[in-house]
């Protein structure tokens, strides 16, 4: 495909096919096809062919991540022949601008010159436009053809029956049109200048499209392609293609992880940065869940793998990104539609140009220059380029900081926006209970207090009871427990060196006949209040301290909180927990009482979106739960940390692969500034034809002048595209610290 019209033309001939839904990306080259069972590969591919292209279907396992004219190959052969074009067209040029250098003949050596790069550099143009000349169509290059040939046509006819060729002859170079210009003009410098220019802007395009698409390049190349793999106690190394799930296999410092698993042996420092964006090393150790593709640049691991080949967090990661490349935004449609039709209405204004300036005493000669002109200038080119390469380099940098957006109508949703609710538990929060603070009576050692407390907890299995034993655990080794007991709903209780230890709420104390003191009543109340857990601790008869458990707001989500209302979005809380609990998490994290939605039962998270809407609010839904994806397919922008379920993310619109809430201001403020980039690129391309079609009627343009602008409207379509390729996150400075969290004794515990 060379233009826009070329993918609208195939477009329309798959979408004839019974039951196909197709698009075709130009920049891609690739077309995403949605078939019923009924239809066979074979039909698609001669759909293409009679459209006059040719196709292969890509191997889902294996994609090709970059198109097919863009190659290295491909690129260096285009290279070539815009080289061997330019050092032929640059004396050519030389001697039609500057009259004094016209030597005798001087004519007979630019065609000499001239010919090759019409014929020869412009090869591909003309066999595109003989191929769809077959086959009743005409594109960019039926109009880059007829121009060329044409002007080498004109030359011919001037300097074999007309009076140019006679020795002598003196050019004028003028950059519009002179009328009344006789058989003595030739356009030699016409012809292969706007042959060598198309030429250049077509490599800067197939260079740019390289770029546009390194990123999805990198992100597919990233995998490993060897593995050594653990049997009968031995190391084979095996292709990463015969990697089983439940094989175990050895990952050593500087190698790529070969698929997802779960360490089984080992301690580490992976490089997560070409899955997640995050620049810090991740460490792991046995149980850990880890991810393909990552870097281990630490200690050797051994790893269980749960997820191979296409299964793989970065396989899918790749599939949906390149998905998203594949799609069209609503607003490229209409461009298409335009790209479609574009061609033939040029065709009839050259036609029309001649016979205006013939009918106005132009004389032949300006009548054929302007006609020539408005061929050539008008090629759509930079509308095929707005979108398709704008949208290449805005997901691809997406993707290397871990976001996956789904298509280009999500970005279209992102401008709309204005609400974001936020699911509290594993969004705004870890989802993980943590012990926060440890009070202990006068005469009681807090790190006593917390062992004896842990020990009783370890042999629980309630989250409160886990991060009470968590906490104590990392302070140092737990006694014995001996008679324990779960009291549901209440609390546990066992017998620890010789004690009889009681742990939990107020009424398990009742049981046991023991009070709070007044101060460990006013730490519960202040807890409470919080939105926390406190339970109480006891021994030997009397009440001994007081622990405070509870949820750990994340410590990037103040920061994100103020990055969205920098985005103009009004942030909401939405939770099944109690209000107090709701209200002291929004307040720790910026959020304003009123915004508050909580004691919201799973399945009223969607009603609670849709109530939103229906008050005129446009709402992105941030979540990661299975309970959260209808509230997700429900709202305008659904965004599911990849962290979470794959139910949630299968329901988003927006994926972010690290659980960190500021990632969601990132993806937001790069897709609207991706959308302003498309829109930019479109409305310099209609700008471009709608000022420069007159211009060149009017004979105000050469048509070597009008080829140079029309391979820079392309070029700058594409670079300004790949400015996006500079989009950096909010500094990490600028996000806020951590609000909560952590043990608040006297012992070393991480804040």
């Known amino acids: 495909m060379t233009c826009a019209s070329c993918a609208h033309r195939i477009e329309r001939k798959l979408n004839k096919v019974d039951g196909v839904a197709a698009t075709v990306n130009y920049a891609t080259e690739k077309?995403?096809?949605?078939?019923?069972?009924?239809?066979?590969?074979?039909?698609?591919?001669?759909?293409?062919?009679?459209?006059?292209?040719?196709a292969r279907v890509i191997d889902r396992e294996r994609r090709d991540p970059q198109p097919a004219g863009v190659g290295p190959s491909?690129?260096?052969?285009?290279?070539?022949?815009?080289?061997?074009?330019?050092?032929?067209?640059?004396?050519?040029?030389?001697?039609?601008?500057?009259?004094?250098?016209?030597f005798a003949n001087w004519q007979w050596l630019s065609l000499v010159l001239a010919a090759p790069v019409v014929v020869w550099g412009g090869a591909a143009f003309h066999r595109a436009a003989w191929t769809n000349l077959r086959h009743g169509a005409a594109t960019m290059d039926t109009l880059v053809s007829l121009g060329t040939l044409a002007a080498l046509g004109w030359s011919l006819y001037a300097l074999f029956l007309g009076h140019a060729g006679m020795t002598g002859m003196r050019h004028a170079f003028t950059f519009g049109v002179t009328a009344g210009a006789g058989t003595d003009a030739i356009y030699l410098e016409a012809a292969a200048g706007v042959t060598t220019f198309l030429l250049a802007g077509r490599y800067a395009e197939a260079r740019s499209k390289r770029q546009a698409g390194a990123a999805l390049r990198t992100l597919l190349e990233s995998g490993a392609k060897e593995v050594s793999v653990l049997r009968a106690g031995r190391e084979h190394r095996l292709p990463v293609d015969e990697l089983a799930v439940g094989?175990?296999?050895?990952?050593?410092?500087?190698?790529?992880?070969?698929?997802?698993?779960?360490?089984?042996?080992?301690?580490?420092?992976?490089?997560?940065?070409?899955?997640?964006?995050?620049?810090?090393?991740?460490?792991?150790?046995?149980g850990d869940v880890v991810a393909g593709g990552s870097v281990d640049v630490g200690g050797r691991l051994v790893v269980?793998?749960?997820?191979?080949?296409?299964?793989?967090?970065?396989?899918?990661?790749?599939?949906?990104?390149?998905?998203?490349?594949?799609?069209?935004?609503?607003?490229?449609?209409?461009?298409?539609?335009?790209?479609?039709?574009?061609?033939?209405?040029?065709?009839?204004?050259?036609?029309g140009t001649l016979a205006g300036w013939l009918l106005t005493g132009g004389g032949l000669t300006a009548a054929f220059t302007a006609a020539v002109a408005v061929l050539i200038i008008a090629c759509p080119c930079a509308l095929g380029l707005a979108t398709?390469?704008?949208?290449?380099?805005?997901?691809?940098?997406?993707?290397?900081?871990?976001?996956?957006?789904?298509?280009?109508?999500?970005?279209?949703?992102?401008?709309?926006?204005?609400?974001?609710?936020?699911?509290?538990?594993?969004?705004?929060?870890?989802?993980?209970?943590?012990?926060?603070?440890?009070?202990?009576?006068?005469?009681?050692?807090?790190?006593?207090?917390l062992r004896t407390a842990?020990?009783?907890?370890?042999?629980?299995?309630?989250?409160?009871?886990?991060?009470?034993?968590?906490?104590?655990?990392?302070?140092?080794?737990?006694?014995?427990?001996?008679?324990?007991?779960?009291?549901?709903?209440?609390?546990?209780?066992?017998?620890?060196?010789?004690?009889?230890?009681?742990?939990?709420?107020?009424?398990?104390?009742?049981?046991?006949?023991?009070?709070?003191?007044?101060?460990l009543r006013d730490a519960r109340d202040r807890?409470?209040?919080?939105?926390?857990?406190?339970?109480?601790?006891?021994?030997?008869?009397l009440v001994r301290g007081l622990l405070v458990v509870g949820d750990t707001v994340k410590p990037t989500s103040a920061g994100a909180i103020r990055g969205l209302r920098a985005l103009g979005l009004r942030p909401v809380l939405l939770t099944g927990d109690s209000a107090p609990a709701a209200r002291a998490v929004a307040a720790r994290v910026g959020i304003d009482p009123a915004d508050v939605i909580a004691g919201v039962l799973p399945v009223q998270k969607a009603s609670v979106v849709a109530d939103l809407q229906a008050g005129g609010a446009v709402v992105a839904m941030i979540g990661d739960g299975v309970n959260d994806a209808a509230a997700l397919a429900t709202a305008d922008l659904g965004i599911a940390l990849g962290t979470g379920t794959d139910v949630a993310i299968e329901a988003s619109d927006l994926t972010l692969v690290r659980g960190d809430l500021q990632v969601a201001v990132d993806a937001i403020a790069?897709?609207?500034?991706?959308?302003?980039?498309?829109?930019?690129?479109?409305?310099?391309?209609?700008?471009?034809?709608?000022?420069?079609?007159?211009?060149?009627?009017?004979?105000?343009?050469?048509?070597?002048?009008?080829g140079a602008a029309m391979a820079l409207s392309s070029v700058f379509v594409v670079t300004n595209s790949l400015r996006l390729r500079g989009f950096r996150p909010r500094p990490v400075a600028a996000r806020g610290s951590s609000v909560s969290g952590g043990v608040d004794t006297d012992l070393n515990h991480e804040r």
Do not use: C
């Open 74 to 102: 491909a690129t260096a052969a285009l290279r070539f022949r815009l080289l061997v074009s330019a050092a032929l067209t640059l004396p050519v040029v030389v001697l039609a601008m500057v009259p004094p250098w016209q």
């Open 304 to 351: 269980r793998a749960t997820q191979v080949g296409a299964d793989t967090q970065l396989a899918r990661m790749a599939r949906l990104v390149e998905d998203a490349q594949n799609g069209k935004a609503q607003v490229q449609r209409l461009a298409d539609r335009i790209s479609g039709v574009f061609v033939p209405i040029v065709l009839l204004l050259s036609l």
């Open 247 to 286: 094989d175990e296999f050895v990952v050593r410092p500087g190698e790529r992880l070969a698929a997802d698993g779960e360490v089984v042996e080992g301690s580490s420092a992976l490089d997560v940065a070409q899955l997640t964006g995050e620049s810090v090393p991740r460490e792991v150790g046995p």
């Open 670 to 706: 790069l897709s609207r500034r991706t959308l302003t980039v498309i829109q930019g690129n479109l409305f310099w391309a209609f700008a471009y034809n709608v000022a420069a079609l007159p211009v060149a009627a009017l004979g105000l343009l050469n048509p070597m002048l009008a």
């Open 454 to 519: 842990g020990a009783l907890e370890a042999a629980s299995e309630h989250p409160v009871g886990r991060a009470v034993a968590a906490a104590a655990a990392a302070a140092g080794p737990l006694p014995g427990v001996d008679g324990f007991a779960n009291r549901p709903g209440l609390g546990v209780q066992g017998v620890v060196e010789g004690r009889a230890v009681v742990v939990g709420r107020a009424a398990l104390l009742d049981d046991w006949s023991l009070a709070l003191p007044p101060e």
């Open 31 to 54: 077309a995403r096809v949605l078939v019923p069972e009924s239809v066979q590969p074979a039909a698609l591919l001669s759909a293409v062919e009679a459209a006059g292209y040719e």
């Open 527 to 541: 807890a409470e209040a919080d939105g926390l857990a406190a339970v109480a601790v006891a021994w030997d008869g």
């Open 388 to 449: 398709p390469t704008a949208l290449m380099v805005g997901t691809g940098r997406a993707a290397q900081l871990g976001i996956v957006i789904r298509g280009p109508e999500v970005l279209e949703s992102t401008r709309r926006v204005d609400t974001v609710v936020l699911d509290k538990t594993g969004t705004v929060t870890t989802g993980v209970m943590t012990l926060h603070t440890v009070v202990p009576v006068a005469g009681v050692d807090t790190a006593e207090l």
